[in-house]
């Protein structure tokens, strides 16, 4: 089965989860250096998710577009995903609201941990209905970075309650691994 209305979907999606996340973001009330503080922890927590999500949202088009086919438990697979970024916005909102107290964090790294175990399984499944040549199938044959970011989102996870900028250092040490799309489907695509 073709591809197209999978990538539009899934465009169309995360567009809105991106929208979602910016109409969250309050005007601060006062003219002044002071107001503009007090909306700081939700601008970064905002910022930190933009990246995440644009993250997934471009190693997601790379990963599709490494593949040929899919077939139904690639779609379900997709789902899976779609739901767990779908709930990016809420713990967003809720961390930065909260000054980033323990559990907001902690939630925030659950639903990051979730997201990763989702895109993962999106990527076997991928794996599993395109040929054993294809592109996806030879790229992503050893994978180490998703299961390095499972554990430290984990981690993460955990080290919320014991001090929540340990958490969030990791959040971001996450999120410099995979700046960058998978080069190892970008090195096939060029022979």
């Known amino acids: 089965m073709g591809k197209n209305r999978l990538e539009a979907f899934s465009d169309g999606v995360i567009a809105i989860i ?29 910022v930190l998710s933009f990246v995440y999500v644009g993250i997934f949202w471009n190693n997601h088009h790379h990963m599709l577009t490494a593949s040929s086919v899919v077939d139904g438990r690639v779609l379900w697979a997709n789902l899976h995903l779609l739901f767990w970024l779908s709930l990016v ?55 180490r970075k998703g299961y390095a970011s499972v554990a430290l989102y984990l981690i993460a996870i955990f080290t919320a309650f014991l001090h929540v900028w340990i958490s969030f250092g990791l959040y971001i040490l996450v999120a410099f691994l995979w700046f960058l799309p998978e080069r190892r489907i970008e090195a096939l695509f060029k022979r």
Not at 95 to 117: Q, R
Request: charged share 10%; glycine share 4%.
């Open 18 to 46: 991106i929208t979602i996340m910016v109409l969250e973001l309050k005007a601060p009330h006062g003219a002044d250096w002071h107001a503009l503080q007090s909306v700081l922890p939700v601008f970064c927590s905002y």
């Open 89 to 143: 916005p809420f713990t967003t909102g809720w961390m930065g609201e909260n000054d980033f107290a323990p559990l907001t964090v902690a939630l925030y790294g659950a639903v990051l941990f979730m997201s990763a175990i989702a895109y993962t399984l999106l990527e076997k499944a991928l794996i599993v209905c395109n040929p054993s040549d294809a592109v996806i199938t030879v790229a992503l044959a050893k994978e």
